[in-house]
């Protein structure tokens, strides 16, 4: 088979019977299989998957791994050209397979490609984790074309050139199989959040290409799985962004992105403390003291990665903070940078 479209889902039954049927109306059962990963659910996600479902193939995991180490196991029981990781909220379109598997398929550089991802709830607009491509700043913030901050654009085509970027969202991730399981995977450590930027970090690191193909076009709902004021998520992603600076950042930076780190959380933690929210100020603090005891594990990981590195300064990181051109200079789209 060529491709696997593999959908992770944890008790995501509703979601499954919302968006699944697009998936299977714009997958070509000739060239791609698809595949529901079951991480450990509860509900009646498998009961209904056999029943409605039958066509899709089934893996079940013995519990819920979080989303890093869940693909992780799915994609070692898949032997496929291509693998997509396709988040459960997304609708897909029409040969939405097209131009991501043109691409791959001409251009061997290249090793992960992801669509143009709007709202599904709003279509007219990008999707906040994902839209037209992700990129970061020198100090670790994520951002998209698209997206800066809270600032969400409309997508009036602005963004419809091909583009290397940093990272492609794990919401519909299309990456090699091979260069997958070779360079390592998701970080199971991560569970979940930030860890595709991760991935798509440690590949470029390594010479390889990740691209946004925005003739392809997916609508994800976002959010669907885990409240966004969760003080759960935030702590995972606080502390996987460190994790993940620890691990990629060259030696010339390190100290000093991590220096300005220190005050940055601390003025996020008391904006969450002033603004309501004590349960999230104490998740970020949390995150960091969690960051310090898991750093010993991860320091032949961040050696290894440092040598294994060909790419001495990767123009899809922003050399300048965001937030002070968010914030200070008022930069609040993309194409202002």
Known sequence: ??????????????????????????????????????????????AMLREKFPSVRLIVLDKNYGFAEGYNKAIAQTDSIYTVLLNSDVEVTPDWLDAPLT???????????????????????????????GFI??????????????VVEEDHGQYDTQADILWATGACLFIRTDI???????????????????????????????????????????????????????FLNFRNNLLMLYKNLPEKNIRHVFRVRFWLDFIAASKFFLTGHPKNASAVFRARREFKKLKKEYSEIRNENIKKSTENQIPEIHRK?????????????????
Not at 321 to 337: A, N, Q
């Open 103 to 133: 691409i791959l398929d001409t251009d061997k550089s290249v090793a992960a490609v992801q669509p143009k991802i709007r709202a599904q709830k709003n279509k007219k607009y990008f999707e906040y984790a994902g839209a037209a491509g």
């Open 180 to 234: 997958y399981k070779k360079e390592g995977g998701l970080d199971a450590n991560f569970f979940a959040h930030q860890e595709e930027i991760d991935l798509c970090w440690r590949l470029r690191s390594r010479g390889y290409r990740i691209v946004c193909v925005p003739q392809s076009v997916v609508y994800h709902v976002g959010g669907a799985t885990l409240n966004t004021e969760s003080p759960h998520k935030t």
């Open 1 to 46: 088979m060529k491709v696997s479209v593999i959908i992770l889902n944890w008790n995501g039954q509703v979601l499954m019977e919302k968006f699944l049927p697009s998936v299977i109306a714009n997958t070509p059962p000739e060239i791609a299989e698809i595949v529901v990963a079951d991480n450990g659910s509860t509900d009646n996600s498998i």
């Open 321 to 337: 903070s965001l937030l002070v051109s968010f914030y200070i200079k008022g930069l609040h789209v993309f194409s202002e940078f």
């Open 137 to 150: 700043d020198i100090y670790g913030y994520p951002y998209c074309r698209g997206r800066i901050m809270s």
